[in-house]
C-alpha cells in the first residue's frame, strides 16, 4: 500500500497538470514585491489571510501589509513544546506551521445550518443569505495543500458536497511557499506531502536570503496566478536562482524533525488493534481533543439545535466535534467507546488505516501539529514506531495492498 497522499494531488482544485505548469514563467522578484502581491490580490478583490505574531504563536488572520508577517521570527516545535525566536536577518517565511490550518476558514469551527422565524403555530424557514468573500491565503505549506486536498477529498467528492465548505472552497486563491527549513515536529517528507509544493496552488513562491540578496522564486500555477505574478515587478528565474531556492527546500527535506516509516502502516495498525502499546499511551492522554482541534484534515462535526427564549427562533449549528469525547460516540444509552485507550486508537488508526479504506488516501499529511499541540507530548509518529518495534502480529498483506503491488 503506497501510504502517502501523492495519488490524491491530482484531485485538487485548480488542477493544472505537471506539463501545464511547466508552460508558466518562474519568475523572481525581489523581497519588496510581496507587499505589491498583497495589494494586488486586495485589488482583486480577495482579503487577504495569512500567517501573522499573536499572544506568542503564528497564527493565520487578516493582514492589510507584508509588514503584518512574522518577519524575522521562527519558532521552535519539539513534543509539547512551542516558542518563536528571533532570526538573525528579516526572513518573512523562516517559520513552520502553527496552531491554526486553513481548516477554520473551509470548515469553519461553527456553522449556522439553518434558521427559522415562528409564523403562528409554525415555523417559516429562512435562507442563509451571508456573503462569503473571495478570500487569498498567503503562505500555504506544502503539507497544508495536502490538507486542503484532503478535505476537498471528504467534503467535496463523495456522494453528496458539504455546501459549506464548498461556498468557501471556490473562493480561494492559493498562494504557497515552500519551505526552506524544517520544523522539530515536521514529517511531511515521510508521508510525500513536502516539504515542496507540487500541485494545487495558483504562485508558489520559494524565499531565498544569500549573500545579503533576499528575493523570491516564483511558480505560476494557473491561469489566476499567471495574471496575478504580471501585476509584480519580475524577471525570467534564470538557471542559477533556481537551482538555489530547489536546494533550500531539498536541504529542508533532510531536516525534518521526525519520521514516520509509512509503507504499510495500515496494516501493521489493523493487525495489532490489541497492542498493549494502546494501554501505555491512555496512561498519558488526557483526552483533550487538542490533537483533532489542530489537526488540519480532522473533520467530524456536531450539531445543536437551539431555539430563543421567547421561543420565536430557532436555529440549527454545526460545530466541530472530536472523537476524543464521550458524547462523540454515544448511541443508544452508552458511548461506545468509553475509555482513553479506545478513543487515542480511534484516532490514530482512523488517520494512519482506516481512512485509507474510506477515502483512498491517509488522514495524515505530517504537518506535526498534534505532536506539538499535545499538552504531553503524545507523538504519533513514536507510536507508530513503538507498534512497529514490537508487533504482537506480523500484518498480512491485506487484499488491497496485494492488488496494488500486482496490478
Ligand atoms: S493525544 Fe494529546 S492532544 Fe490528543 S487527546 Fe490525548 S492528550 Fe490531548
Ligand atoms: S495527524 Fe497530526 S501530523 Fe498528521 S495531519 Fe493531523 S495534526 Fe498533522
Excluded at 503506497?2 to 511547466?22: C, F, G, L, T
Aim: net charge neutral; with cysteine; charged share 25%.
Amino acid at each position: 500500500m503506497k501510504d502517502s497522499i501523492d495519488d490524491n494531488h491530482s484531485r485538487r482544485r485548480p488542477k493544472m497538470s505537471e506539463a501545464d505548469q511547466k508552460g508558466h514563467t518562474q519568475a523572481v522578484f525581489e523581497a519588496g514585491g510581496l507587499q505589491t502581491l498583497v495589494e494586488t490580490l486586495a485589488r482583486k478583490g480577495y482579503q487577504v489571510i495569512g500567517p501573522t505574531v499573536r499572544d506568542k504563536a503564528i497564527v493565520y488572520a487578516e493582514m492589510e501589509s507584508a509588514k503584518d508577517l512574522p518577519v524575522g521570527w521562527t519558532d521552535v516545535q519539539d513534543g509539547g513544546t512551542y516558542r518563536l525566536e528571533k532570526r538573525k536577518d528579516d526572513a518573512y517565511f523562516g517559520y513552520v506551521v502553527g496552531p491554526h490550518s486553513w481548516k477554520q476558514f473551509l470548515h469553519p469551527p461553527k456553522a449556522r445550518l439553518c434558521q427559522a422565524k415562528r409564523k403562528g403555530d409554525c415555523f417559516e424557514p429562512r435562507g442563509e443569505d451571508r456573503e462569503i468573500p473571495k478570500r487569498a491565503f498567503l503562505g500555504v505549506r506544502a503539507c497544508e495543500l495536502a490538507a486542503i486536498a484532503v478535505q476537498d477529498r471528504v467534503l467535496l467528492q463523495g456522494t453528496y458536497a458539504d455546501p459549506v465548505y464548498q461556498a468557501r472552497r471556490e473562493k480561494v486563491a492559493l498562494i504557497a511557499v515552500n519551505c526552506t527549513r524544517a520544523g522539530g515536529t515536521c514529517f511531511c517528507a515521510s508521508m510525500g506531502t513536502g516539504p515542496r509544493v507540487t500541485s494545487g496552488y495558483d504562485i508558489a513562491l520559494t524565499e531565498v536570503l544569500e549573500d545579503g540578496k533576499h528575493y523570491f522564486v516564483a511558480q505560476a500555477g494557473t491561469a489566476l496566478g499567471e495574471e496575478i505574478l504580471k501585476e509584480i515587478p519580475h524577471r525570467e528565474a534564470g538557471e542559477k536562482k533556481r537551482k538555489t531556492a530547489e536546494g533550500l527546500v531539498a536541504q529542508a527535506s533532510g531536516e525534518m524533525g521526525c519520521t514516520l516509516e509509512a509503507a504499510g502502516v495500515h496494516d501493521l495498525l489493523m493487525a495489532n488493534l490489541e497492542h498493549k502499546r494502546w494501554d501505555e499511551v491512555a496512561r498519558r492522554c488526557l483526552t483533550c481533543g487538542n490533537c483533532t482541534l489542530v489537526c488540519p484534515t480532522c473533520f467530524c462535526t456536531t450539531v445543536e439545535d437551539s431555539t430563543d427564549l421567547t421561543g420565536e427562533q430557532a436555529e440549527r449549528w454545526r460545530r466541530w466535534d472530536s472523537c476524543f469525547t464521550l458524547d462523540f460516540s454515544y448511541i443508544h444509552g452508552g458511548s461506545v467507546r468509553p475509555s482513553g485507550r479506545a478513543r487515542y486508537r480511534q484516532w490514530m488508526t482512523h488517520k494512519l488505516a482506516t481512512w485509507h479504506d474510506q477515502f483512498g488516501t491517509s488522514g495524515c499529511v505530517g504537518c506535526g501539529r498534534c505532536i506539538t499541540w499535545c499538552p504531553v507530548g503524545i507523538d504519533i509518529t513514536e507510536e507508530v514506531r513503538a507498534i512497529r518495534e514490537t508487533p504482537v502480529f506480523q500484518a498480512a498483506p491485506s487484499g488491497k495492498e496485494r492488488n496494488r503491488a500486482n496490478p
